[in-house]
């Protein structure tokens, strides 16, 4: 649709940007934080581990009133689970809580609005140890977790996010860092953890709508609309199978309290199906564990075309937005319409339109995106000056099809890209940079880690003071 005139941005309107704890907050083993699933991994070769990524847990003041000087309306950054327990549960570490109450506060002082994941891929490994989420002890031990961060934190954090990217720790833990390697039979056992944390997740919005007034909770996968690679009903069939196990697996349970049909058959189909205890579906189904919003990380739209014979890879591809196939349901295909960054990822803004639309039209809640962004090896260049062009192009890009996404009609909240400050890549490490504010290191010079505004900065800053009236 071509529209005369678009709608403005709302005027209370979310502008802002996100982070992870483990990719930007350093201080890996400090004031009592206990190891996480990510500190215990084996890093690739050639890029940094997160130890001291860009050691935000030192800096946050400096970085707060960055932000500010951006004219953020709202910051979304992450919880460390181990700061708070650094086993994962029972002891709670006051250093943890002081931190996150410090950040907290900071932000409000600047008129910013806390935007909190709870869980952003960084699993305790202490519990880890006793199995993950494949150990049912694990749904209680968030549920306990959540509530903690009610206690201390809910009487300023008005909008949570329970898990980062659910989906994407099913279908890509191996590029992300989560899937534990030690599993015997990994698809059916990844199943079982999805269960799991679908619980996990009902039991934590179920307690924020009992202990907190006023507060709204949402989940936060990674959506992306699916092409087929053509018109073919074998192909379009295809892109229906991926949905469903992409997408809507995840959000037709914590929108409906069901488990998606087709992703049903697709379990019984390959042998995944999770075993399902007594009460489980009725936590899932339970009214109070509805989501208030929808948070969503988009960064590409997928295309697939049926998958035809045995030579389809199976899913794990190494990289979370790169597809390759399984094989029987869809098979991954390169989109010859579409740009690519220079680290594969395909560039669809109008692609971000469609799932925008998507997601409203099937659950009809207000939606934030909370990831959205272009990963970039930046270059300082003499005047501490950075001219990310092709990252401004990138935004205004997305941000006008957000616009007309609002046009369309969705109720879109808020806009937060990934990242607001550079920070360690999932597994590309530092030099994979995403930020408005360039963090002076490289992947394994600490140098002196300051921090840089880069031509994006100023840029974001004059589209949030025109509430993205000049983009
Ligand atoms: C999302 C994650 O998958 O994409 C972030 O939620 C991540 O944690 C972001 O950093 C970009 O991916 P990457 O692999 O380039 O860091």
Redesign the pocket.
Known sequence: MYYESLKSFPDDFLWGAST?AY?IEGAWDEDGKGPSVIDMAQHQEGVTDFKVASDHYHRYKEDVALLAEMGFKTYRFSIAWTRIYPKGTVEINPKGIEFYNNLIDELIAHDIEPLVTMY??DLPYALQDKGGWSNRETIDAFANYAKTLYENFGDRVKYWLTI??QN?MILHGDA?GTLDSNLENPEKELYQQNHHMMLAQAKAMILCHQMLDGAKIGPAP?ISAVYPATSKPEDVLAANNFNAIRNWLYLDMVCFGRYNSVAWSYFEEKGYVPEIQEGDMEILADATARPDFIAF?Y?STATVEASRGNDDAKNSTGD?QIVIGEQGVYKGHTNQYLEKTE?GWEVDPVGFRVTLREIYSRYNLPLIVT?NGL?AFDKLEEGDVVNDDYRIEYLKKHIKQCQLAITDGVELFGYCP?SAIDLV????GSS?R?GFIYVNREEFDLKDLRRIKKKSFYWYKDVIASNGAII
């Not at 890549?425 to 590309?428: A, G, L, P």
């Open positions: 992870s990719q952003h891929f980062n990217e994407m992300i990674n990380n960064y979370q680290f990831e990963g990934w890549s999932t597994h590309q994979k995403y």
